[in-house]
């Protein structure tokens, strides 16, 4: 098996290179430099850009908007705009609803949704755990009723991030508590703007406001907006958590924060020189960056070989992607705070929302520990690590 990109995806890469440095606005690329959050209307803004060059959607199929790229072009695109370091486009967008709609949707449905969503003229966000329907999400209680042409919707959902700014919400709902749990389970799109819909913020451990818990009371909710059949939500939900894990591994933002700890090391004293020349730490870069080559090769093995996501199911190995790259990214977070020492001390809520950097230039390192206390989240989102451990032992290990 050649790992190696062949000339034409290096020029691909040099291409896709070139244009995030030039179509990347300057306040934007300054504030994912510096770790900052981005507003609603930034990555709209970065999002236009992406869908005017055909590249919001890059994974979806051509017939929707997709660039009909092979997997390699798809990995580069991503590594590149993880390395700019430029915007992810909204990931409850591009890589769960709309493979969702393009695989079970209507055809009204994906007429209606697909370009909005590429556009990010409709922003979705993900309505699946619920207090006590997390790692077990077959066991969510949320309950729909059909009353005529509607369905009516009562129950809470727990952690769904961006609520606050989303217009619409993919949601699953329990249709028949009778029969075995992940039987009665139903895909609903519903609108945000809905009457009964209460979003009330949580604030995580890095002080911002990203998530929120939501409450539903006696929503309703067009027919024509369930996702295929009634009852059968479980298996497009299952097929949406292939999608999401497939993209989890992240290298290229934790490579671009292992440069950034090397940049920011090389200017900061320590003994008589420079962090950077430090013994200890160049070990500890150098660990990291081999787990990081390490990581990368087995992500191109697992793109030569074939999808991540095989006859709609997760393939087993994405489990690995997402277990080590979660806990890379970890790693990289936790590199820089050691490398901004003290200065990482330092908690301005202004800035890491997005505001100016202050006179005296030393924010910096304001966004390191919120950004390392944030991470945590990404060994349990998309199912947690120790359920990727039991899926590993099952389906690779055979155990
Ligand atoms: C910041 C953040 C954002 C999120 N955003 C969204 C969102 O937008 N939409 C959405 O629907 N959900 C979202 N989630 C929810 C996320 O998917 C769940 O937190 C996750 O599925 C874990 O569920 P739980 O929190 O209920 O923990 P639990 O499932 O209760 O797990 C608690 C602990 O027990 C372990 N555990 C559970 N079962 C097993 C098992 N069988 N074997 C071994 N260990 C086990 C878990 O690994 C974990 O360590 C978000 C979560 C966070 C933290």
């Given at each position: 098996?050649?790992?190696?990109?062949?000339?034409?995806?290096?020029?691909?890469?040099?291409?896709?290179?070139?244009?995030?440095?030039?179509?990347?606005?300057?306040?934007?690329?300054?504030?994912?430099?510096?770790?900052?959050?981005?507003?609603?209307?930034?990555?709209?803004?970065?999002?236009?850009?992406?869908?005017?060059?055909?590249?919001?959607?890059?994974?979806?199929?051509?017939?929707?908007?997709?660039?009909?790229?092979?997997?390699?072009?798809?990995?580069?695109?991503?590594?590149?705009?993880?390395?700019?370091?430029?915007?992810?486009?909204?990931?409850?967008?591009?890589?769960?609803?709309?493979?969702?709609?393009?695989?079970?949707?209507?055809?009204?449905?994906?007429r209606h949704f697909l370009p909005r969503i590429a556009r990010l003229?409709?922003?979705?966000?993900?309505?699946?755990?619920?207090?006590?329907?997390?790692?077990?999400?077959?066991?969510?209680?949320?309950?729909?009723?059909?009353?005529?042409?509607?369905?009516?919707?009562?129950?809470?959902?727990?952690?769904?991030?961006?609520?606050?700014?989303?217009?619409?919400?993919?949601?699953?709902?329990?249709?028949?508590?009778?029969?075995?749990?992940?039987?009665?389970?139903?895909?609903?799109?519903?609108?945000?703007?809905?009457?009964?819909?209460?979003?009330?913020?949580?604030?995580?451990?890095?002080?911002?406001?990203?998530?929120?818990?939501?409450?539903?009371?006696?929503?309703?909710?067009?027919?024509?907006?369930?996702?295929?059949?009634?009852?059968?939500?479980?298996?497009?939900?299952?097929?949406?958590?292939?999608?999401?894990?497939?993209?989890?591994?992240?290298?290229?933002?934790?490579?671009?924060?292992?440069?950034?700890?090397?940049?920011?090391?090389?200017?900061?004293?320590?003994?008589?020189?420079?962090?950077?020349?430090?013994?200890?730490?160049?070990?500890?870069?150098?660990?990291?960056?081999?787990?990081?080559?390490?990581?990368?090769?087995?992500?191109?093995?697992?793109?030569?070989?074939?999808?991540?996501?095989?006859?709609?199911?997760?393939?087993?190995?994405?489990?690995?992607?997402?277990?080590?790259?979660?806990?890379?990214?970890?790693?990289?977070?936790?590199?820089?705070?050691?490398?901004?020492?003290?200065?990482?001390?330092?908690?301005?809520?202004?800035?890491?929302?997005?505001?100016?950097?202050?006179?005296?230039?030393?924010?910096?390192?304001?966004?390191?520990?919120?950004?390392?206390?944030?991470?945590?989240?990404?060994?349990?989102?998309?199912?947690?690590?120790?359920?990727?451990?039991?899926?590993?032992?099952?389906?690779?290990?055979?155990?």
């Amino acid at each position: 098996m050649d790992l190696r990109f062949t000339d034409e995806e290096i020029a691909f890469r040099d291409e896709v290179r070139h244009f995030f440095r030039t179509a990347l606005p300057p306040d934007i690329a300054r504030k994912c430099l510096f770790g900052q959050r981005l507003s609603r209307e930034e990555l709209v803004r970065w999002t236009r850009i992406l869908f005017a060059r055909g590249w919001a959607t890059p994974a979806w199929s051509p017939e929707w908007g997709g660039t009909g790229w092979s997997a390699v072009k798809q990995y580069i695109f991503k590594e590149e705009l993880h390395m700019a370091p430029a915007p992810e486009p909204l990931s409850f967008n591009v890589n769960m609803i709309g493979p969702v709609l393009i695989a079970f949707g209507t055809e009204a449905q994906k007429r209606h949704f697909l370009p909005r969503i590429a556009r990010l003229d409709d922003w979705f966000c993900q309505g699946f755990s619920e207090p006590g329907a997390g790692s077990d999400l077959a066991s969510l209680r949320t309950q729909a009723r059909l009353e005529g042409d509607h369905y009516i919707v009562n129950g809470q959902k727990l952690w769904t991030s961006t609520a606050h700014h989303a217009n619409w919400c993919f949601l699953l709902v329990r249709t028949d508590p009778a029969v075995k749990k992940q039987a009665g389970i139903t895909y609903l799109l519903m609108d945000m703007q809905s009457p009964g819909i209460t979003v009330r913020p949580i604030t995580t451990i890095d002080g911002y406001h990203e998530t929120n818990e939501m409450f539903l009371e006696n929503v309703r909710i067009p027919v024509v907006n369930r996702i295929g059949e009634e009852n059968k939500g479980w298996d497009y939900a299952k097929y949406l958590l292939g999608h999401e894990r497939s993209g989890i591994a992240r290298v290229g933002i934790s490579k671009m924060r292992v440069q950034r700890a090397k940049d920011l090391a090389a200017r900061i004293p320590a003994g008589d020189g420079m962090l950077g020349e430090d013994t200890g730490f160049r070990e500890r870069v150098a660990a990291l960056e081999v787990e990081l080559k390490a990581l990368e090769l087995t992500q191109m093995r697992v793109i030569a070989e074939g999808a991540t996501v095989t006859k709609g199911r997760p393939d087993p190995k994405s489990s690995i992607l997402k277990l080590k790259g979660s806990e890379l990214q970890q790693a990289a977070t936790e590199l820089l705070l050691e490398v901004a020492g003290y200065a990482a001390m330092e908690f301005d809520l202004p800035f890491l929302s997005g505001a100016a950097m202050s006179e005296s230039g030393v924010d910096w390192a304001a966004t390191i520990a919120p950004n390392h206390y944030w991470v945590r989240h990404v060994s349990i989102v998309g199912g947690s690590n120790e359920i990727q451990r039991n899926i590993l032992a099952k389906s690779v290990l055979g155990l």
